[in-house]
T-cell receptor
Framework: DAKTTQPTSMDCAEGRAANLPCNHS???????VYWYRQIHSQGPQYIIH???NNETNEMASLIITEDRKSSTLILPHATLRDTAVYYCIVGNPHQGAQKLVFGQGTRLTINP | GAVVSQHPSWVICKSGTSVKIECRSL??????MFWYRQFPKQSLMLMAT?????????EQGVEKDKFLINHASLTLSTLTVTSAHPEDSSFYIC????????????FGQGTRLTVV
């Protein structure tokens, strides 16, 4: 079973920041938070991951709360091409080949 | 970044026939690959873990004799749907872990199977 909960859907205006929340209250100390997204009829795409510090890359920023029970993925300037289903997943990469268990994700729609 | 290539992108087959889907790691060696299935408007469901040179590990409820997995080399894993039925129509996706950091997965483009 997925260990995360996310809102089913969200809308955001083009050019604005999209903030996608994720709850992972049962996360263990050595589990990371990963974000992937899936554009319609394609395979999922890696976005970002983190353990406890906030992370930023060319795609997004990841803000993890101090107690690590929740996180927020931020797309700073959303474009129409960011419309996709976003999945928040927790896992421990140091336990060998880990399986990624997908929840239902958040369907993000970017509106012009 | 690492690339995983999946072929074919889509396939239509008749009931009772078998279909093979290939998943290749193009610029790295993948000792482990994962196979997922996704029905319309649903999330990805893990079917099995494919291990190079050994038997695949199937998730509960997935028939190993129906979904044959072969991982004979470090760059190729195949999924064969045997005796396909219309209810096997789905989007099949493979993935592999990134070898450098082993912290992110790379996914194939997916294969849309339609059984008629």
């Amino acid at each position: 079973d997925a260990k995360t909960t996310q809102p089913t859907s969200m809308d955001c205006a083009e050019g604005r920041a999209a903030n996608l929340p994720c709850n992972h209250s049962t996360i263990s100390g050595n589990e990371y938070v990963y974000w992937y997204r899936q554009i319609h009829s394609q395979g999922p795409q890696y976005i970002i991951h983190g353990l406890k510090n906030n992370e930023t890359n060319e795609m997004a920023s990841l803000i993890i709360t101090e107690d690590r029970k929740s996180s927020t993925l931020i797309l700073p300037h959303a474009t129409l091409r960011d419309t996709a289903v976003y999945y928040c997943i927790v896992g421990n990469p140091h336990q060998g080949a880990q399986k990624l268990v997908f929840g239902q994700g958040t369907r993000l729609t970017i509106n012009p | 970044g690492a690339v995983v290539s999946q072929h074919p992108s889509w396939v239509i087959c008749k009931s009772g026939t078998s279909v093979k889907i290939e998943c290749r790691s193009l610029d790295f060696q993948a000792t482990t690959m994962f196979w997922y299935r996704q029905f319309p408007k649903q999330s990805l469901m893990l079917m099995a873990t494919s291990n190079e040179g050994s038997k695949a590990t199937y998730e509960q409820g997935v028939e190993k004799d129906k979904f044959l997995i072969n991982h004979a080399s470090l760059t190729l894993s195949t999924l064969t749907v045997t005796s396909a039925h219309p209810e096997d129509s789905s989007f099949y996706i493979c993935s592999s872990l990134g070898v450098i950091r082993n912290t992110e997965a790379f996914f194939g483009q997916g294969t849309r199977l339609t059984v008629v």
